[in-house]
């Protein structure tokens, strides 16, 4: 299987900037896209972002696509999430995620991934 680990997370105050990371380890095969979402407390998932591993081509989710950034190191197996203007509302887990295939239409919907890290928690606080 496919494991993945997410870091970067913590408290900081509004207006700041943070990059989250996921490192994946295990099989590589079918390894086509990775995403970031998020969980906010009393909210259901929701999409951030999400990326084709092999072309770097991104997708954003709309309310979010002017403050993130998501790329990838192929070699180094990782994930990266750069988070601007954090706001309040910006308050959540942040979980990354790998699926097999690649498919535009559908890749910022969470049931094409089958693999998920274990969140790490972003706290936007004055």
């Known amino acids: 299987d496919v494991q993945l680990q997410s870091s970067g997370g913590g408290l900081v105050q509004p207006g700041v900037s943070l990059r989250l990371s996921c490192v994946a380890s295990?099989?590589?095969?079918?390894?086509?896209?990775m995403g970031w979402f998020r969980q906010a407390p009393g909210k259901g998932r929701e999409s951030v972002a999400a990326i084709n591993w092999y072309t770097g081509r991104s997708f954003y989710s709309d309310s979010m696509r002017d403050r993130v950034t998501i790329s990838r190191d192929r070699a180094g197996r990782t994930l990266y999430l750069q988070i601007d203007s954090l706001k309040s509302e910006d308050t959540a887990v942040y979980y990354c995620?790998?699926?097999?295939?690649?498919?535009?239409?559908?890749?910022?919907?969470?049931?094409?991934?089958?693999?998920w890290g274990q969140g790490t928690l972003v706290t936007v606080s004055s």
């Open positions: 295990g099989n590589m095969f079918d390894f086509g896209v």
């Open positions: 995620a790998r699926g097999s295939t690649f498919n535009p239409t559908t890749i910022l919907r969470p049931g094409t991934y089958e693999f």
